[in-house]
């Protein structure tokens, strides 16, 4: 699994609190482990995010992601949006 982020994202993660920032790299750190921990609260997106997937970051922040398989067959991630939850799908 290779994992990539995307320029809005890099944006985003740079804007955000240090707290915010603490708070997703120890989620990160979860989600390379296993993507499907309970804690991370894993799922499908819908609307204009569908074909997207979620964690949760904090009560309130989400990290919205894509996979990809390259030509190799090898499964790319890339995260795309770090936001609250009223801003991401408002």
Do not use: C
């Amino acid at each position: 699994m290779q994992i990539k982020f995307a320029k809005k994202f890099k944006k985003q993660y740079e804007k955000a609190s240090i707290k915010i920032k603490d708070a997703f790299d120890k989620r990160f750190e979860l989600f390379k482990g296993n993507p499907y921990k309970p804690i991370l609260n894993h799922h499908q997106l819908i609307g204009k995010y569908s074909g997207k997937r979620s964690i949760n970051i904090t009560g309130d922040w989400r990290a919205i992601y894509s996979e990809q398989i390259d030509v190799k067959g090898d499964k790319i991630i890339i995260f795309e949006t770090l936001g609250t939850h009223s801003k991401l799908y408002k």
